[in-house]
């Protein structure tokens, strides 16, 4: 995959591509990536790229000629061109995997006011991260181009893809690790029970508590196993301690310190 900003500001893409996963993944060629700075477009003998809203009002707009010329310049037969707008459809897990198998993504990323309208003719989707207003697109850029990248192949471990949040539309499962005790608060016992089938069944169990106490609205349309609507029955009747985990936590005992 390639992946192209089109921004007035590039040295904002300096961190996001030097830091962590992104920079390791661009190690291991798990993408390509270039940084065009659309002022270099710009045809106007003063250099500039925006102006004031025709008709009135606060800002200001990128010029059309600007926009159009810098997707023009990058574009080919297999891109596809996104702006960050508030306007466009909400980004999910789902969008991050459907983005991800795409040859080549161009991020057309705003500024101030917003865009000239007729550059939109130019663009293959609009997309929003959010019910709020950022300063520019470069942000939302970075977030969505983060959430895609990491599904690359190369990138990390299939194993740490293997369960998220928003898989089968869960929250993920709570994590820990070494010291068994701190300030005292301690690991559940029975992730030390050793049987992978009851770990996974408490996993389940907390990725449907998760969800329904931070987000009900992903269980709306859920169709439940038998499994998932026992251990639901288990949460909304508090059962904190049922058989099933009593037992395993009883075998574990000789195993925690």
């Not at 939302?140 to 740490?160: C, F, H, K, P, Y």
Request: hydrophobic share 35%; aromatic share 8%.
């Amino acid at each position: 995959m390639k992946i192209t900003f089109l921004t007035l500001f590039p040295d904002m893409f300096e961190n996001f591509l030097n830091t962590s996963i992104i920079k390791r993944a661009l190690a291991k060629k798990a993408f390509e990536v270039e940084v065009v700075d659309m002022r270099k477009y710009t045809l106007d003998k003063n250099n500039r790229v925006d102006d004031y809203p025709i008709g009135g009002g606060a800002g200001l707009v990128l010029k059309a000629q600007v926009g159009i010329d810098s997707i023009k310049a990058v574009k080919k037969e297999n891109s596809k061109v996104l702006y960050m707008s508030p306007k466009g459809i909400k980004f999910d897990q789902k969008q991050a995997i459907r983005l991800s198998k795409e040859e080549h993504l161009i991020f057309l990323c705003g500024h101030y006011e917003g865009i000239d309208e007729r550059i939109l003719d130019y663009v293959d989707e609009q997309i929003s991260i959010g019910d709020y207003i950022l300063t520019g697109g470069e942000l939302a850029s970075q977030v969505i181009s983060d959430s895609i990248i990491r599904l690359l192949d190369g990138a990390i471990t299939s194993e740490s893809l293997d369960i998220e949040s928003f898989d089968d539309n869960l929250l993920e499962y709570p994590q820990y690790t070494f010291p068994r005790e701190y300030d005292s608060k301690k690991i559940p016992d029975i992730l030390f029970c050793g049987d992978h089938k009851i770990v996974n069944k408490y996993r389940l169990k907390e990725r449907l508590r998760i969800t329904l106490e931070n987000r009900p609205d992903l269980l709306e349309n859920r169709k439940f196993t038998k499994e998932e609507l026992e251990l639901l029955d288990e949460i909304k009747n508090n059962i904190t301690n049922p058989k099933w985990m009593s037992d395993a936590i009883e075998k574990a005992k000789k195993f925690i310190k």
